[in-house]
């Protein structure tokens, strides 16, 4: 096991006084179970209870006063009850819909228990056969490794140490660049990044890409209404991995017969197993963000990893020595919005593009990003700024005059203007930093 970023969002929902029992929500394999297991270290007991487990699913079912059902988890374990600090990890807890009901009064009637839930298909039963004890939970995403996880678990703690802090000394640009390729090429699967970790062979990983592929196929069934749906959404997998940064449509997605109305049902249920996400356009460039769904969307997948692997472009990545371009662009775009999703651990989180399409002129920018008050524009480019055009369209409706540009060259700024004479500033960051986003537009001062 190796540190995640989540651990400490476990803790500061650990010392809240008003604490309500937690729920991770995130894929299969990103790493749940594991981050609890580091969390739980730091308490006087530690429960863990695997509702795929009949016997542990068993404590639940019970038709029995809920202090009993508390009293039959400790002496399951072998437990004191009220000798310490206990945490209470209820695992595959969409097994027994009796435990997310009482997960309520663990609030109401034990909140000295410390208790998080989790699930691996969780997400995809929400609204359908199970309904969440309504303000008496709260969530928390998980997702793949971000990059910084990625170089703690490599080993890489002074380029932690280095990137903790902006401006980065320019000595210090050429190897992390090159360990942030490593780490587009790889993805962020906590298996694939430990096994990466261990062995530093890639050859080793073929085999955790493919079977987390297959274990997501097979998962299909548990959630899938029907035989027709369970065809679709196995379709929707084993193709999107080709489409990832692309505009879509759902009818005959994927060079298939299915129809508008069955693919984008498939596609929203897939979206709350947080495998994808949809990334519809934004049209306007102040806040509050409000995606226009009636616009076709970007497709996301979970990993760039996983994406790399199934479209088999690894060998490409590896020869490759500018990274903006690789694949079309489209693995840096990718992997961008992968680690712009890293900064929200909320289970709303999104990301967006923008665009504007008339009868004279279509524009689109990569991604936007709310910071304080201001809609900022994201650019994924290797070129001069000059030739960000769709940069410039935006900025020309914008009510500020600040904008970034992710890219394989050094951070810094500069003062320059859209082709229609408006003066603005351009933000270049690296992709290493963009974990850093944040603190980089506060650096600048942007929206004081």
């Excluded at 497709?299 to 479209?311: C, F, I, Q, S």
Aim: some cysteine.
């Amino acid at each position: 096991m190796f540190n995640r970023d989540i651990v400490d969002k476990l803790k500061e929902w650990a010392s809240k006084k008003d604490r309500k029992p937690l729920i991770l929500r995130g894929a299969r394999q990103v790493g749940k179970t594991s981050a609890v297991n580091i969390f739980a270290k730091s308490f006087d007991h530690y429960i863990y209870l695997n509702l795929d487990l009949a016997e542990d699913k068993q404590l639940f079912e019970l038709d029995s006063p809920f202090k009993d059902t508390v009293a039959a988890i400790f002496f399951s374990r072998n437990k004191e009850m009220n000798a310490g600090r206990t945490l209470l990890f209820i695992d595959e807890i969409q097994n027994s819909p009796s435990a997310v009901s009482k997960l309520r009064y663990f609030y109401e009637n034990a909140s000295n228990i410390y208790v998080i839930a989790a699930g691996s298909l969780l997400e995809s039963l929400i609204d359908k056969t199970i309904s969440f004890p309504v303000g008496r939970v709260e969530f928390l995403a998980v997702r793949p490794c971000n990059f910084g996880e990625f170089l703690l678990a490599i080993g890489e703690t002074e380029s932690v140490k280095i990137l903790s802090s902006y401006p980065v000394p320019d000595y210090a640009h050429d190897k992390v660049i090159n360990l942030f390729a490593k780490y587009m090429l790889i993805g962020g699967m906590p298996e694939v990044v430990k096994s990466y970790a261990e062995h530093r062979d890639l050859v080793k990983l073929a085999n955790i890409y493919e079977s987390l592929i297959v274990s997501y196929l097979d998962d299909v069934e548990k959630y899938s209404r029907n035989p027709n749906q369970t065809n679709i959404i196995r379709h929707i997998i084993s193709s999107a991995f080709l489409y990832a940064g692309e505009r879509i449509k759902f009818e005959g997605f994927g060079k298939s017969g299915y129809r508008s109305k069955d693919i984008g049902e498939s596609f929203r249920i897939l979206e709350k197993t947080m495998l994808l996400q949809l990334v519809y356009p934004v049209t306007t460039t102040t806040s509050p963000i409000e995606a226009n769904l009636a616009k076709s969307p970007k497709l996301h997948l979970l990993d760039t990893g996983l994406v790399n692997y199934k479209a088999k472009i690894q060998g490409e990545l590896l020869k490759s020595n500018k990274i903006d371009n690789v694949y079309q662009g489209k693995i840096a775009e990718h992997i961008t919005g992968q680690e712009l999703m890293a900064l929200n651990q909320s289970v709303l989180g999104k990301i967006n593009f923008w665009t504007r399409e008339d009868r004279k002129t279509n524009a689109e920018v990569d991604f936007i990003y709310q910071f304080r008050n201001l809609v900022i524009p994201i650019e994924v480019k290797s070129g001069a700024s000059g030739s960000l055009r769709s940069l410039h369209s935006f900025i020309d409706k914008a009510p500020h005059s600040f904008a970034v540009r992710v890219w394989s060259g050094k951070a810094g700024i500069e003062e320059t203007s859209t082709l229609t004479k408006k003066p603005f500033k351009l933000i270049s960051i690296p992709f290493y930093l963009i974990r850093s986003l944040d603190s980089i537009l506060e650096y600048y001062r942007v929206g004081e």
